[in-house]
Structures are given as C-alpha cells and as structure tokens.
C-alpha cells in the first residue's frame, strides 16, 4: 500500500502516459486501418497489393521489432530528431492498423449484397458506394473486434515503456529498481490496466447500442 | 475479394481508362514511397557491400543461428506448456464446483488483462531475487521467466478458445454420452474436448503465431534469443565506424515474418480441410487471434464466422 501512496506522483505519470500513447495510436490506428482497408477493396491493382503487404507485413512481425525499427532506424535513417513517444506512437499505430484493417475489411463483407448493388444502380462510385452506404452499415460489426484490438493495443503499449516512454511498465520498472517489492506493484499496475481495459470495453459497449439500431 | 467485386461495376470503356489512370498513379505513388525509403537507406549507406559481408563471417552465422534455435526452444516450450495449462484452466472454469470455477475465473481474467511483458517483467524479478533458493543460474532466470509469462498469459487466452470450442459441441452429444453412463471426466476428454480441439485447431494455431512473436519480449529481459542476439551484433559490430542496424533488422525481420507465415499457413490449411469436411461440427475460422487476446470479452470472441454476427 505505502509503495503507491508513496510514489503517487510517479504512478500517475505513468497511468497518463499509458493513457495518452494508446489513445494517440489509437487515433493513426483507425485512420490508416480504414484507409488501407478501402484500399484492399479498391479497383486499383497497385493499391490492392500495397494492402496486402502492408497487412501481411506488419501482422507477422514480432512489435518488440517493430520498435527496434522505430527507435533505431527510422532515426538514423528517414527523420532524425523525432521523440521517443512520437517514434512509439508510429509503431504502435502501424503496427495496430494491420488488425483494424483486416476487422473493417471482414465488416465490408457482411454488408448485405443488395447494399452495395443498389448504391451501383444508383450511379454511386465506388468510393461514393464505400463512403456513404457500406462503411457507415460496417460500423456496427467492426466495432466489437474494435474494442479488442483496442484493449490488445493498451496491453502493447506496455511495450513502448522498455524504450524510455513514460507509462506504467516504466513505472513498475522504477520502483522495483529501487529495490520494492514486486508483487505489490504488480497488483497495482495490473489494477490501473483493468481500469482502462474496463473503460474501452465499457465504451465500447454503449457505442454498440447508441448504433444498435434494427435493420 | 475475387473476381468481379459488388463494390464497383464491371468497368465500361470510361471507367477503364480511368481505372487505368488510377492504376498508373496509384502505383507511382506506392513507388515513390518505396523509392523514397530506398533512396534513404542508399544516401546513408546502408546498401555497401561491407555492411553486408559481415554476414559471410562464420561467427555472425552461428550466433544468429543459436538466437534462432533459442527463440524456438522458448516457442516449443511454451507452446506445449500453455496448451496443457489451456485445458487444465478451461476444464476448471466449466466444472460444478464453484471454488475450482471461480480459481479458474480469476487466473484467466488477471493474466488475460495484464500485458504480457509485464507479467514476464515481474516473474524475472521475482526468479532473479530467489535465484539461489531456486537453484537457478547463468540466463535460466531469464529463460523461465519468458516461458512462464509465455505460458500463464497464452494458456489463459487458449482456455478461452477451447472453452468457446466446448460450448459450441451440441448438446445432444453430452447428453447422449450421459445416457450411456459416461462419467463426468469421461464426457470430457473422450467426448468433449477431441470435438472442441478440431473445431478450434486453426484459432489455437493462430494463438500459436501470437506465442511465436511474443518470445521476442526476451529481448526486454535481455534474454539472448533471435531478437536480442541481433540487437547485440548491430552494435557491436561496427562497419565503417557506424553500427549495422539495418542488415540486422531487415534478416531478423526475414526470419520472423517466414515463421508466422508458415505458422498461420498451416492453420488456414486445416481451416480449409475442416471445411472441406462434412461431418462434425464447423471449424473456427483461422486468423483474428487478435480477438482472443481480448481482456473482458466473456462470450466467445473468435469464434464467431464474421459473416454469422449478421
């Protein structure tokens, strides 16, 4: 109990730092994840097959890796001079838009046929067919794998901790440093952990009823 | 997506030459990205010859050889041992005593929602504090601890999915192994779990995949396997007085990227061969091992055909 009430401010840090990393890769996440899942759907041949390696590529690498890549070579390499928490934050996002996009593709197909079918005999594109009638009716089956993939991401940013972000790993990581005992914090950071899982879940779920609506 | 999608029309000669146009830009853009990142790599020297020569050393090879049999020594440990933990959790939340139901409960609830380094964090901690009682040495702390937290975190997401895979054995086939006298433990492990371990083969492979990656968090614990080894070699090795991250990561990453494909081909093998079947119940889809790793989820995440939510 003491070891928490001791390092409050620490802990909180952390708790914010978690917070504030998964929400950001959350964020990049969904938007290149629903991107690259139009891609994957799209007429164009070029951008079907970027799709399919990005997907490929990125779901089968370890995300320890990934991080290597951000922390060590994306700065030598293309941009120096970035933060460790912007670097972190572009291989969590990256690395979690693999998952949205293959959840928001398996969403596209379980629209109805005559969907899609009547948006073509109206004259709709497709981007016109993806954007205004397909999507919006996918929302609602891509939003349970959602919250998992989101809850997957918030236990993955414990990753970013082991290089140098602030967020809850790290704190454990301090403490125990300084010589506490371990299966306190444990059970501390695990509870903070809960807390947020239980938040996205929670979201989640009154998202799901708020477009809960009868077809 | 095959063939003619319902998303677009089978194009007229308009939307050809516009699809053409697509097509040509669409792929000068992907180009230029990709020649962008080459150019990088190119302007920084990653693509001399020394850089990569230091592969033909024996000594390179055999230390990266070594990490690779490490990974898959923790992989092949740990696989055997979540799946066993697996069933024993899944049998004990399905059973009718409540302490057992709820012991089982508990356990999966906890290391389903903590993140996985972290429980391997604190078991190393904890194994290296008690090293000597433990009569461990050397990087066995280490080794144990990545095996252990490999196993209580994916035995736990396993149980998930065999228990999905139990629930979805009908009903009569309890019933009717009951009205044969069966005993409790009988109905289980000749009745229930062979069908519920078929059903569920490609979700458990793709937990597998996931196990299979997740042995690189030894390189947190500096744990000398595949990933960590690289790391080591790229900086100590040094070509032209600058380290050789690259040539390292782009190899390890080869590596990887070849065992979880090999891995999930399997299970989309058996997924098609299941399906291909016409007797028995339906097999799981393979892939989405995303969905299992969920904390909170208490309905059967995976199993669930996309297309059977609608």
Known sequence: MNVLLDHLPAFRDGFLGTLAITAASAVIALVLGVLIAGFRVSPIPPLRAFGTAWVTLLRNTPLTLLFLIAMFVVPQVLFKGLSPFMLAMLALGFYTSSFVCEAVRSGINTVPLGQAEAARSLGMTFSQTLRLIVLPQATRTVLPPLSSIFIALTKNSAIAGAFSVTELFGFAKLLSDQGYAIAWIFLWVALAYLVITFAISGAFRLLERRMGVAR | ?310
């Open chain 2, 1 to 310: 997506m095959s063939g003619a999608s319902v998303l677009y029309d089978v194009p007229g000669p308009k939307a050809k030459v516009r699809n053409r146009v697509y097509t040509v830009l669409g792929g000068l853009a992907v180009l230029a990205l990709i020649g962008f990142v080459v150019m990088r790599l190119n302007a920084t020297g990653q693509f001399e010859p020394e850089r990569w020569d230091i592969f033909n050393n024996a000594g390179v090879r055999t230390n990266i050889r070594n990490g690779l049999l490490t990974t898959l020594e923790v992989f092949a440990v740990a696989a055997v041992l979540s799946l066993v933990l697996g069933i024993l959790l899944a049998v004990g939340r399905l059973s009718d005593h409540k302490p057992v139901r709820w012991l089982a409960t508990g356990f999966i609830e906890l290391f389903r929602a903590v993140p996985l380094l972290i429980t391997i964090y604190v078991i190393w901690v904890l194994l290296l504090t008690n090293r000597d009682a433990l009569g461990l040495s050397g990087d066995q702390p280490q080794f144990w601890a990545l095996v252990i937290g490999l196993t209580v975190y994916n035995g736990s997401v396993q149980a998930e999915v065999l228990r999905a895979g139990i629930d979805s054995v009908p009903k009569g086939q309890r019933e009717a192994a009951y009205a044969l006298g069966m005993s409790k433990t009988q109905v289980m492990t000749t009745v229930l779990i062979p069908q519920a371990v078929r059903a569920m083969l490609p979700t458990i492979i793709s937990q597998l995949v996931v196990t299979l990656k997740d042995t690189s968090l030894g390189y947190i614990i500096t744990f000398e396997e595949l990933l960590y080894t690289a790391r080591l070699m790229s900086t100590n090795i040094l070509v032209n007085g600058e380290d050789t991250y690259v040539p390292f990561i782009i190899v390890t990453g080869s590596i990887y990227v070849a065992m979880c494909l090999a891995l999930s081909a399997l299970a989309n093998w058996i997924e098609r061969r299941g399906r291909r079947a016409k007797t028995g119940i339906g097999v799981a889809a393979a892939g989405e091992p995303v969905t299992a790793t969920d904390a909170l989820e208490t309905a059967p995440p995976a199993d669930v055909p996309a297309d059977a939510k609608d």
